[in-house]
């Protein structure tokens, strides 16, 4: 049986209930999560179709609507898209949207791709999470 799903840091009746300590977790999650990768930020948005490997950025073709191999465009792959897969970041096993997400590793000089939830995706952004969350927060 499948039960319905929430985003992470809400309650069933919508009722934010991530606290700080919570937050603090969160945090630290995701700043080892940096670490760990070796990399400098997290923007949302692909490179490389996960699929078939296809670079949609390389040069010349970055401006056309073009279609990798398995059919996909860049907007359909920026596009946010439900799954079960944990988060690559926080690795939030809940089930709900991931975006495609890239960050860039200085000491391989790399692009990094991962699926994120929107929640890592703000919060790398912006350094913390949104402002209602933010707000709301409990001891
Ligand atoms: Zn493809
Ligand atoms: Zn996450």
């Known amino acids: 049986m499948m039960n319905i799903i929430y985003v992470s840091k809400f309650n069933q009746k919508g009722e934010n209930t ?4 919570e937050y ?3 945090e630290e999650k995701v700043g080892r999560f940096f670490e760990e990768e070796g990399i400098q930020n997290l923007s949302g948005g692909c490179i490389t179709c996960p699929d078939c490997g296809f670079n949609f950025l390389q040069e010349g073709i970055s401006d056309l609507p073009i279609e990798c191999g398995c059919g996909n465009t ?7 898209s439900f799954s079960w897969k944990p988060c690559d970041c926080c690795n939030s096993h809940l089930g709900g949207d991931r975006y495609h997400a890239t960050g860039y590793n200085p000491s391989t000089d790399e692009i990094q791709e991962y699926e994120v939830c929107p929640d890592c995706l703000y919060y790398a952004e912006y350094g913390q999470l949104d402002d ?7 001891d």
């Open 18 to 21: 991530m606290n700080k300590k």
């Open 24 to 26: 603090q977790e969160y």
């Open 74 to 80: 860049k907007e359909m792959l920026d596009a946010p």
């Open 132 to 138: 209602t969350t933010m707000m709301d927060m409990e």
